[in-house]
């Protein structure tokens, strides 16, 4: 009986312990871990290149992720490279067809001139364009007063081109009335189209000063309002001594060719170095009334024992032809030679009075004055 009991309470003990193990164990509550986004960003981030490359071992595919917007990112601006210069809309000379440029001219701004007389502006114009200039092209006047000249002048005979120079040449009269005056002109190309100087098509022009002129000292003080020019061609003024163009230039104390120095102004000539060489000044038009003479004093420079010229006194009377006053010959023999013309076959016409000295075969030594050219009384 004691047996049954002890095996029946073993029994007992063993139903206990199999239930116990089917019982449920107390829930524990797992604790909540807050994640870093920054940290969990960079982790999807290591997790999505450890895929693409993996994918890209296996099967040779690699794969651009694609950017995902940021709601606190800023744009990001992008350099131009250093290295590659911007083309300039305003650097392209070689798209310019018709440009000109300035290069000189005759008569001076406000030269002086006697009311109704004639001379000649003279400028020369370099083509800064890339198209060829031809015989159709002109020089036409374009505003303010014109003074004679005509609406429009052929350019050139032949043709000029990029980079070279043309020299055009315009009679002109000055108006009836003292006072000042200006005309402006430009070019024409052979379609009609007006240009002018530079980029921005300026004009170029004559302006003068129209006065009533003193005949005392007319030729020493309209010295660069006088058309130059040489057996070289077109001389600026003032002129450089030693020019082998020729030269010339005012002397307020010139020494004559005796040796005596004077105190009153002359003009000394040299023409072109080469074999009868020349030089030429044309003189703006001065109205001759009756009674007047052309009077001076020609002889070389002392110092030259060489000096062999021959010199001219010609004339143009209303924009005629050119003609010749006088003829003299100068040699250095310690002398001068005192002039005296009578003018009365010029009375009441405009007349422009022309100086010329011509070497006389080797233009060696030869420098000659013109002491106090001046029209009496």
């Not at 290149?49 to 992008?78: D, K, M, R, V, Y």
């Not at 003024?237 to 005596?260: A, I, K, R, S």
């Not at 030089?279 to 062999?308: H, M, R, W």
Request: with cysteine; aromatic share 10%; charged share 15%.
């Amino acid at each position: 009986m004691k047996k049954r009991r002890s095996a029946f309470i073993i029994f007992c003990m063993i139903i206990i312990l199999l239930s116990s193990c089917n019982i449920p164990k107390a829930t524990s509550v797992p604790p909540v871990i807050e994640e870093d986004p920054v940290r969990t960003a960079a982790a999807l981030t290591v997790a999505a290149l450890t895929t693409q490359l993996a994918a890209t071992s296996e099967g040779n595919i690699a794969l651009t992720p694609t950017p995902q917007p940021s709601e606190t990112s800023q744009p990001t601006n992008t350099p131009l490279p250093t290295n590659t210069p911007l083309p300039s809309a305003t650097n392209t000379p070689q798209g310019v067809c018709d440009q000109a440029g300035f290069v000189t001219e005759t008569v001076a701004d406000d030269t002086d001139f006697a009311p109704n007389s004639t001379f000649t502006k003279t400028w020369t114009l370099k083509n800064t364009g890339t198209c060829t200039w031809n015989s159709s092209y002109a020089l036409v006047f374009t505003n303010g007063n014109a003074m004679g000249a005509p609406a429009a002048k052929q350019l050139t005979t032949g043709t000029v081109a990029p980079g070279q120079s043309v020299t055009v040449s315009v009679d002109m009269t000055a108006p009836s009335a003292v006072g000042k005056y200006k005309g402006e002109f430009k070019l024409r190309n052979s379609n009609g189209v007006i240009f002018g100087l530079g980029a921005d098509n300026k004009s170029f022009w004559v302006q003068i000063d129209v006065v009533v002129l003193n005949t005392s000292n007319f030729f020493v003080n309209n010295l660069c309002a006088a058309t130059w020019t040489s057996s070289a061609g077109n001389l600026t003024c003032p002129g450089e001594w030693g020019n082998h163009n020729g030269f010339f230039f005012v002397d307020h104390t010139p020494v004559l060719e005796n040796g005596y120095q004077d105190d009153e102004p002359g003009i000394w000539m040299a023409p072109q170095n080469v074999n009868d060489g020349w030089i030429k000044a044309v003189f703006p038009a001065i109205s001759i009334t009756s009674g007047k003479y052309f009077e001076t004093i020609l002889g070389c420079n002392q110092s030259y024992d060489e000096c062999n010229a021959r010199i001219r006194l010609n004339y143009k009377a209303d924009g005629g032809p050119e003609q010749n006053l006088a003829l003299w010959t100068e040699i250095n023999d310690g002398l001068f030679n005192r002039i005296k013309l009578d003018l009365s076959s010029l009375a009441g016409k405009s007349v422009q009075f022309i100086f010329i000295v011509e070497a006389n075969g080797s233009p060696s030594d030869d420098l000659i004055l013109w002491f106090m050219p001046v029209i009496t009384p």
